[in-house]
Each structure stands twice: as structure tokens, then as C-alpha cells.
């Protein structure tokens, strides 16, 4: 897949170690930044690289554990009762991304070229959703959910799983409960991002290679609604009432307002240049967007009423997943070249720690501690 967002991933290795030498491998947070944070989750990050997840706390930023998973995990999200981490595994050989021109977009030589099209054979035995358990600390099963998944999204209920299957060109709808896939439906090339809107109802299918965006009904599992974006929508998000929906462009470095009752844009959003989104994420209370800004190592804060920039925060090397803690105090993004994870004080909008992950981390997602 024109996977920028995992692609972006591939390189990290080379450029990140040298800033990563010079930049805190875990700074230690002051002590209010301790005090202030309830300490009662963990951030979850996936390692494309090493092929494991770093489980950091949520209280003072010190990495719990490292648990292996399995061959390049990238999409993650925990299971609604918090006792189970499910992560997206693929044995697609990572490449480089490719080279980018003068504006900073990907120069493609060929259809799909970037850090999963290689003439390695893929180990489609890799291929699963991985089953992590926190309180173990461990993996306890992984589970085919068709060809390469790369992003999932849960369904409302959490009982299912929507996933984008980047190499088919389909997106899989997984049974949690029975390990089984129970629907494919065909979407375009390289879909990616994924994202089930509030009332459970539709979830949505990014596609890289053309920018396309796929609506699909969650109980028919027909596509309902089809719309095209610039080039490599990443990721979605949506407002508390699923009246709009945000996707990011990466090539273009645009964010997309979306329309959710008649599946149309309704604005596009330039981001501040060099800007190359990869996550969207709305947070607490949903007053503002936030936008991980791959390439530019920053992430980009907008009013979400006003689709106004309102920051711009330096944060590690090409910083790719992006959560918010439970109370909306913290910021956490997976930098992949740096092999880092940055930790934001939402309040003064800067970045006050960076903890060591493992290489090259790529999605991160917030989990509650076990009781």
C-alpha cells in the first residue's frame, strides 16, 4: 500500500537513530507532569520493526513491559472491558517509502511502490490479528483475518473487528468471539485507515492509491456511500454526534471535512506546510482535532468548530500513531525513526518527555490498567 503512514516507518531506522542519540531516550517528566496524570492506563505502541508492543504508565511514563507479537504490527486497538489489546500483524516485507519530490508528495514509479511492495515473498502465515492480554503481559493467540490487515476499527459493541486488508484491495469484518471472518467486501486499492462512526451504524475504509473512501452499512455490510480525497487518506475521526468526519491526506497534507449524512466533503483544510498527516484524532469533549504531522516531526491542533489552526507542536521524528489520555491531559505520539514515544502537556501545548520504544513504533492506543 502506498502506505506513507507505515511506509514513513520503513526509514525511521537510519534517520531517527542519530536524533534519537541526542534526544532524551526517556526523559524523566517533572514531578507535577507525575502528579497531574491519574496513572490508571497504559500506553499501548506497536514496534513495526521488532515486532513487539511497548506498554507504558500512564502516571510517570516509565515502559512497563515489552510483549513480543509477531511479525510488523502497525493497527492496534483495546477490546471495550480493557483486558485485551487486539493488534494488526502482517508477514509483507517492509520497504522504503519512496522518494519525495520538491512540495514533499511521494514520487510512485510504479503502482502500490512503497514499504510493502517488495519482490521478497510475503509469510502469509504471518498474517493475523494478534490477541495481546495486559494483565499477562503476554500473547495468547493470533487469528487470520484475511490477507496483510495493516488498520482495524471496532464495532460499537466490540464484538467485531473492520478490517483493511491492504494488499486485496478488501476490508474484513472479524467475529472477535469465534476468530472468524464473516464478510469481505471489495473497496479499492490499498485501503488503510478505518474508522466506525459514533452510533455504530457505518464504518469507513480509507483507500491510499486513489484517495477513495468507502462508507459501509454495519448490519448489511453495503457500501452506502463512496467519495474520493487527495491521495493517501490516512485515518478518520468524528465528532461526538458522527455529524462530520475527518480524514486526513498525506500526500497533499490536508484534512478533510466529511459530511457523514450525504457521504460528501464539504471543506478541505490546508495544514501549515510540510505538513504530511497520518493520525486524526478528536479529543475529550471534542473541542479540538488533533493531526500527527508525519514528515514535519509535529502535530497540529485545529478548533474543531471553526477548522482554525490553533497550534503547532514539535514533537519526536515523523511521529505516525497519536491517542489522548482518558482526561484529555496528555498527548502521546509513535515516532518511527526516532524509536520513541513523545509525551504532550495538552495545556501548554508542549512536549515534555520521550520514552524508549522499541524500533520503529508505529500505532499507539491507550488501555485501562488491569484491577
Known sequence: MLCAMKNSHSLRGIAGLALSAVALAVVAPPTSVQAASGGDYFIVVSNERSGDLT????????????????????????????????????????QAPPPLDAN??????????????????????ADGIGYVDIA???????????????????????KQLYVSNEDVGTASVFNIASGKVEHIIKVGREPEGAGTSPDGKTFYITCEAGGEVFAIDART???????????????????????????????????NVVDTSTYKVVKVIKLPERTRPMEVRLAPGGKTIY???????????????????????????????????????????????????????????KEVARVKAGDSPWGAAIVAKPK
Do not use: C, M
Request: glycine share 12%; proline share 6%; net charge negative.
Open 221 to 255: 455490510y453495503k457500501v452506502v456511500g463512496q467519495f474520493t480525497v487527495n491521495p493517501r487518506p490516512r485515518s478518520i475521526d468524528f465528532l461526538a454526534d458522527g455529524s462530520r468526519g475527518f480524514i486526513a491526506s498525506e500526500s497533499s497534507g490536508e484534512l
Open 291 to 349: 493531526v500527527s504531522g508525519g514528515r514535519s516531526g509535529t502535530v497540529v491542533a485545529l478548533d474543531s468548530s471553526t477548522y482554525e489552526v490553533t497550534n503547532t507542536i514539535k514533537v519526536g521524528t515523523r511521529p505516525w500513531g497519536l491517542t489522548i489520555s482518558p482526561d484529555g491531559k496528555y498527548l502521546f505520539t509513535a515516532n518511527g525513526p526516532s524509536n520513541d514515544v513523545s509525551v504532550v502537556d495538552l495545556a501548554s501545548a
Open 55 to 94: 506498554l507504558i504508565n500512564g502516571g510517570d511514563f516509565s515502559v512497563a513491559a515489552t510483549i513480543p507479537v509477531g511479525k510488523r504490527p502497525r493497527g492496534l486497538h483495546a477490546s471495550p472491558d480493557g483486558k485485551t489489546v487486539f493488534v494488526a500483524l502482517s508477514g509483507t516485507p517492509i
Open 104 to 125: 514533499g508528495n511521494p514520487i510512485l514509479r510504479k503502482v502500490g511502490d512503497d514499504d510493502d511492495d517488495s519482490d521478497v515473498k510475503s509469510d502469509k502465515a
Open 136 to 158: 499477562q503481559r503476554k500473547l495468547l493467540r493470533k487469528i487470520s483475518a484475511g490477507s496483510d490487515p495493516e488498520e482495524f476499527a471496532l464495532s460499537a459493541d466490540g
